[in-house]
């Protein structure tokens, strides 16, 4: 963490959970949001990144804390809720980030792995929703942000179990918003293609990066950082007029008609 600690940052004196905070988006998200003030509990199934990312805090002067969770998993879900505010005595932000995904057409994909990818990327945020709104309520309310994608809007090949999650994030930040307004926000952020670790793990190669980037107006691959600054936004009292919609961050992607 480059970058000391803002004790008037645009979220100072609130406490945040990222989820999926090991590593990409979340990373930079938790990272962001500790250097802006707030206390950060960082959740993750990865140990080692998520103790990596609390110490860049700490060094820096912030507050946070790892929290092992599987949030596909219900109890796990509720318990990550708990040790939060436990720790920081409040929770006003809650960044559901995380991500895990099978590619394969609906005749190819294993039914274990459709099942995976909804719990990990659609349940999980029905699940932080049904035991954080009780406790953001608590302290007065707070705002949601929900981690969708391009995927939410438009259709990319063999992408049948990521595709669907993505857009069904879309239709429970709306139900969201509505049933839990005006206290608690709720909004989703729309990345486009981001450099991640991820690109790393699918083995992507430079040549195809580059024909990704040449796919966007803003010719250039997106950075987690690029998310971030979203997130705080829709995070911070700036947004206290927002909810219910959604922010796509994609160096102009969708604006393309060839």
């Known amino acids: 963490m480059s970058k000391t600690i803002k004790p008037t940052g645009r979220v100072a004196g609130k406490a945040a959970l990222v989820t999926g905070a090991a590593s990409g988006i979340g990373e930079a998200t938790a990272l962001l949001l500790a250097r802006e003030g707030a206390s950060v509990a960082v959740a993750d199934v990865d140990e080692e990144g998520g103790n990596r990312v609390v110490a860049q805090i700490e060094k ?3 507050q946070a804390l ?5 949030v596909g998993k219900s109890a796990q879900v509720k318990r990550m809720i708990e040790r939060t505010a436990k720790a920081f005595g409040r929770l006003d932000i809650l960044h559901n980030n995380a991500i895990w995904f099978r590619h394969g057409s609906a005749v190819e994909l294993e039914e274990k792995d459709w099942d995976g990818t909804l719990n990990v990327g659609l349940k999980s945020i029905y699940l932080a929703a049904k035991y954080g709104i009780p406790v953001m309520r608590k302290t007065g309310g707070g705002a949601i942000v929900n981690t969708a994608s391009v995927h939410s809007l438009v259709g990319f090949a063999t992408s049948t179990a990521y595709d669907a999650a993505k857009a069904g994030i879309l239709g429970l930040t709306r139900v969201l918003a509505i049933d839990y307004g005006p206290d608690i926000r709720v909004n989703a952020v729309l990345p486009g293609a981001i450099l991640t670790p991820l690109w790393d793990n699918l083995k992507v190669p430079p040549k195809e990066r580059r024909r990704y980037a040449q ?9 987690p950082e690029d998310i971030a600054w979203a997130v705080l936004y829709l995070a911070s009292d700036e947004a206290s007029f927002v909810t219910g919609t959604t922010l796509v961050v994609d160096g102009g992607l969708l604006a393309r008609t060839d």
């Not at 790892?66 to 599987?70: E, P, S």
């Not at 966007?216 to 997106?222: E, M, N």
Request: hydrophobic share 45%.
């Open 66 to 70: 790892f929290i092992k969770a599987d």
């Open 215 to 223: 796919m966007v107006p803003a010719k250039r691959l997106g950075k």
């Open 60 to 62: 820096a002067g912030g």
